[in-house]
């Protein structure tokens, strides 16, 4: 596998051929599966209340339960609250699922 | 009865894309709509003249090194499209690179000629935000492969079963391994990618294909 030295954007190093800056397809891919399970989950997401979703925000890019009822104003009560009515509403089964969904509907980015 | 070349400029003459035609064989050009152009700022005459050199003044480095690559990436395809990302530097009014997505097909009535459009993340309307997301993504492989270089098959393992959102007892299951030494290479992956999140998880999972759609 022949490898590239490239100089780009302040960043140095060596890419295999295979694994070249610009093939994307793999990531449009991705991107797709989660607009489909962005359809698959309309429903229960249109039942979200505004808060809901601020909290969905915040927990998907990694925000503890104190920090979000700090940056919100609330009592930790209350954010672990809206945590299981998150988890109940949108069938969070892992952690890892409160990201993929606030993706698919893009609340936030990757 | 209108020849192939003349339907070809007809319809991309009008379409709002940069659009070119390039030979299966060896990739050169062998036609570009006005947009590209005046976008790009050559004539087909002086690229095919140009060569090499003209390229590496329109197109960042990075960029240049995928151009061999596309031939390959054109025969995996198999008749499909392919998307891929360039970095360009566009006439006027801005010298800077700027990214572009190109959809590529190879279409059978053109005698396998290679149909590349290029669009601008604002021309794809409600994707646009997706593909500024891909665009992100790109530039975090690139400054994040060296990372990726130096991880264990174990570690990317890891990583895939962490994204599908698998617990720890499932992975120790998966992998034939003990829960503690989940915990244990899940700590030791935390410190080798400085990542301190699911999306951050997530997003190098994604930029490095570690997820099956």
Known sequence: MTRKSLNVDGYSG????????????????????????????????????????????????????????????????????HRANLRNK????????????????????? | MINKGEEVHNISSHLPFIVHLNSPID???????????????????????????????????????????LLELTHQANGNDFTFLHHVRQSAPRPDFRPLITITKALGRFDGLLFCFSAEPRQ????????????????????????????????????KALAHGFSNSDIAERLFISRSTVETHRKSLKAKLGISSYRDLLKFAVAFDLVDS
């Open chain 1, 14 to 81: 060596e890419f295999p051929t295979s694994s070249l800056p610009g093939s994307i397809d793999h990531m449009i891919e991705a991107f797709k599966a989660l607009d489909l399970y962005a359809k698959s989950t309309q429903e229960q997401f249109a039942q979200l209340t505004g808060q809901e979703r601020r909290i969905l925000s915040l927990i998907a890019v990694g925000h503890s339960n104190p920090d979000i009822a700090a940056q919100l104003s609330l009592s930790r009560a209350t954010v672990q609250n």
């Open chain 1, 90 to 110: 949108l069938d969070i089964k892992s952690d890892v699922d409160y990201v993929r969904i606030a993706v698919a509907h893009q609340l936030i980015t990757l």
């Open chain 2, 27 to 69: 990739l050169s050009l062998s036609y570009v709509n006005p947009r590209f152009t005046s976008t790009i700022g050559y004539t087909l005459e002086e690229l095919v003249t140009g060569g090499s050199e003209i390229f590496s003044e329109y197109v960042r480095e990075d960029s240049l090194e995928l151009y061999p690559t």
């Open chain 2, 124 to 159: 794809f309307g409600s994707w646009r935000n997706r593909m500024l997301n891909v665009i992100e993504l790109d530039q975090f492989k690139l400054k994040n492969y060296q990372l990726f270089r130096l991880l264990t098959k174990r570690e990317t393992e890891l990583i």
